[in-house]
């Protein structure tokens, strides 16, 4: 054929390899472990019952600046973002991401419980749809931390008996509430304290005594790396990171679960979808949070499910073998000093804190 | 003087080169349209977010026209008549789903107004305004932050549709009602990155000139078989990725990592005692220059192989030493190149992000870290293009200075 008729099949052909097919569904999630577990439990079922082919977008570090960027443009690509709690209710709050009657979208229990009595305190804003429970904890390595294995979260500010470097997450949530009850507030009082300038400094002075001794990391992968190679002697980072370094890789490193603090990770599905986009969507919702689904994703990575009905469901590790329920951030073992992250407080005092403590960081 | 069809020469001589020009025009418009729509209007109207400010008098119309004769900087509260405007618009946003965004907005200045609007729209949505009812007692009933002159003071503060707000809070200042104002200390930190950001630039230049040089002159004076060796050796770590890059430099310079383990064994340094080479300004200096050195090296080393090597050898025969004859006539003729590497690598030291990052530590962190904080996490968009106004700003500056120093026709690259 001649050389036009070329041009014009070659160019036709790579355009249509470019678009989607309408029955692609785009979902965003966080990578990793975390990916692979949503992959296995919820995408490859759902695609096989109904068709769907599933394309996974692992941007969910940026999804709330880039939900904004899409709807500015009048072009949101994505079907489902899974987010974190407190950028849910971001998201909700600028109204970029739509409203979900809990009771109605999503699946009940199988003993008939509704979704919002089986999910509970956890749908913290009207847009989520909470997936899991994970916390943000400390590891610590048992071979550098001396004769006694510390048991309480004031070991990292003990420098005499615990002398070495600790790895803490570079922002002010968590860090701040650590450094208060270490510093002898009650822990019903510490977020009334929090908010007064004075219990900001105090916190921050609790953190000056150990400035000097911490590594600060941005990334979850940071802290396991850190601890594997013996640069930190205890870290925070998230428990699925942790439990993958000592399950999975077999570093001498043990956790410690005491004022771990609970977080929520779930789904938004984008204001602004066309009407068929979004009942897809819900429907693929509605199969990803149910009772069993929940219960399968805790076979690839160690973090709870957010619904009632799936703790009893939750059985062993697909590859490992092992239970997985003494793993879990929820269970009665680990569960016995929590904090559960206090959405509304850091959504009010975020920025604020957040200068204080950037500007203390770089003094 | 006539040119042969009887017009002007002068005239004719004007015609030909509008034309050529013309024609020159026309050859780069394509690039010239897809650069301005690309890149110059996403950037510019990213920046207009800087002064823009529209959303509060967008959300709040009646309010803040309500507004217009209080005091703010009294004692007293609003009256009545701009409580019930408030209510009034209120629940327009409620019914727009604005009510949050607007509280997010405000909470830029003051904490606390992002809950405030949340919590009390949960109330004030079922308020019926069409009985008269004193409005002012019951919306302080449902939260007593609105019966403080602050959260009024801001909603008028922060009501204009352009603002200077940002802009001083990107210099560590604050848009108050007594106008601008110094930030409160320990919140001050914008500057201070700012000055970092520069100085360590500055330096990461300097040592890049430095590194840079002596490779670029063995790579222009070698024979050629040895020097595309050594091109090569340039080039390969330029052509890694830049995260692979920097992982690797963490673990040479880790406390356990190889350098120090190195020294150790050597017995140069004691276990107890081993070097702090990374999480700080030395790590991040390091790990940028090894990154940015062939943007140095190259246009160094394509100027440097125009220079003929005979002029050398005259200055020699003349009876100069090797180092007059370096400094008084090769260097001079190397500088355009040395200009074009150091303009490269400024540039892309003061906007670099993900170096500093990893191995910066605390101290070691440059402005651009606090630009993607604004931009991924607190949304305050505003705040981070009024930074990147002022870092691009700077640059321009910089290079206007460049230019009446060394002169920008002294840049080449080759």
Redesign the interface.
Known sequence: MNLSKFLVTTTALTLSAGIASSQDMTIVSWGGAYSKSQLKAYHEPYSEKTGVNIINDDSS??A??KL?AMNEANNVTWDVVDVVAADAM?L????LALEIDHDTQLAPAPDGTSASEDFGELIVSDCFIPQIVYSTTFGYRTDLVGDTAPTSVCAVFDLENYPG?RSLE?RPINNMEWALLCDGVAKDEVYNVLETSEGQ?RALAKLDTIKDSV??W?AGADTPQLLA???VIMGSTYNGRLFSVIEEQKQPVAMLWDAQVFDLDGWIIPAGLSAERQKRALDYIYFATDTQRLADQAKYISYGPARASSAPLVGKHADLGIDMAPHMPTDPNNAKNTFLYNY?FW??????I???F?????Q | MEVADGTPLKKSLARSLRKEKLRALALIAPLLIFVLVTFVLPIGTMLTRSIDNSIVEEILPRTVLALEDWNEKGDELPNEMVFRSFVEDFQDAIADKNHTKIGSRLNYEVSGMSSLFRKSARKVKKWDLTDNAPIKQKLIEVNKAWGDVETWAVIKTHSVALTNGYFLNAVDMQRTPFGAQAQPENKQVLVKLFIRTLKMSLIITGMCILLGYPVAWLLANLSNRTSNLLLILVLLPFWTSLLVRTSAWKVMLQNQGVINDLLVWIGLITEGSRLEIINNQFGTIVAMTHILLPFMILPMYSVMKTIPPSYLRAAKSLGATNWTAFWRVYFPQSVPGIGAGSILVFILAIGYYITPEIVGGTDGIFISNRIAYHISSSLNWGLASALGAILLGVVLLLYWVYDKIVGIDNVKLG
């Open positions: 570090a940026e709330v600046a904004r971001r909700c709050d600028e109204g470097k570079k400094d590594v600060w941005s190679d013996g640069e509304e959504a009010d005092y975020r920025d604020d957040d200068a204080k950037q500007a203390w960081l770089a």
